[in-house]
């Protein structure tokens, strides 16, 4: 059964502090993965994709790494701003073409 | 260029009443998703169109759930009767690619529906 397990569930952090969050998946087939950013009350939005021969993509602070092998990825956050309190959802993709959103990791940045 | 547009943003209504939602994709793209996002957990697909075909609607509990896209644009999701677990936020997507793998989802502002 396909599933996406992230951590933490939730995460409070000082701005300006780095953070990083976790994500497992057992999406077999693999075929990429993205991570996005869910404002309070918005949908959505995409901040990076990677495949499968992809180890690393950065977007401005935000730094997704992937290891296709243990089917782990992690999204690096820098010089956190108040901005980036959000819920971050990891979505890998399958050769079905099948999307499964993760339950997302809510992090709150505090000043 | 403008985004998914969806409507109603907030809805409350009583259990076994019926709810319509709303979605305008954006322009050109011929996929468009309806998902459900129950508060703490992450979007789980409802349908999936194709233009005006639908392509899956497997999770979508059809004995009172309903959705249409006519002419390829524009699609409305009904709930009929609605019932206390149907309580979350509706969101539309759209995509310029029919594969998920391939193309990037756009999604609109969600419709929260609150059923009491």
């Known amino acids: ?111 | 260029e403008a985004g998914v547009a969806q409507s109603p943003r907030y809805k409350i209504i009583e259990k076994r009443q019926s709810v319509a939602f709303w979605c305008n994709p954006i322009s050109g793209h011929a996929t468009l998703y309806w998902y459900q996002q129950i508060l703490g957990q992450g979007p789980k697909l409802l349908i999936q169109f194709q233009n005006n075909g639908v392509v899956d609607d497997s999770q979508l509990p059809k004995d009172r759930f309903s959705a249409e896209r006519l002419k390829g644009v524009d699609s409305t999701l009904k709930i009929q009767p609605a019932k206390l677990e149907d309580s979350a936020v509706y969101l539309c997507a759209s995509s310029l690619h029919r594969a998920a793998s391939t193309g990037e989802l756009f999604f609109g502002e969600g419709s929260r529906l609150t059923v009491l």
């Open chain 1, 1 to 111: 059964k396909n599933q996406v397990e992230q951590s933490p569930q939730s995460l409070i952090i000082l701005e300006g502090k780095n953070c990083t969050l976790q994500c497992n998946y057992t999406v077999s087939p693999f075929s990429n993965l993205r991570w996005y950013k869910q404002d309070t009350g918005r949908g959505p939005v995409s901040l990076t994709i990677m495949t499968f021969s992809e180890n690393t993509k950065s977007n401005g602070r935000y730094t997704a790494t992937l290891d296709a092998d243990t089917k782990q990825s992690s999204l690096h956050i820098t010089a956190s701003q108040l901005s980036d309190s959000a819920s971050y959802i990891c979505v890998p993709c399958g050769e079905d073409d099948k999307v499964i959103f993760g339950p997302g990791t809510s992090l709150s940045v505090i000043p």
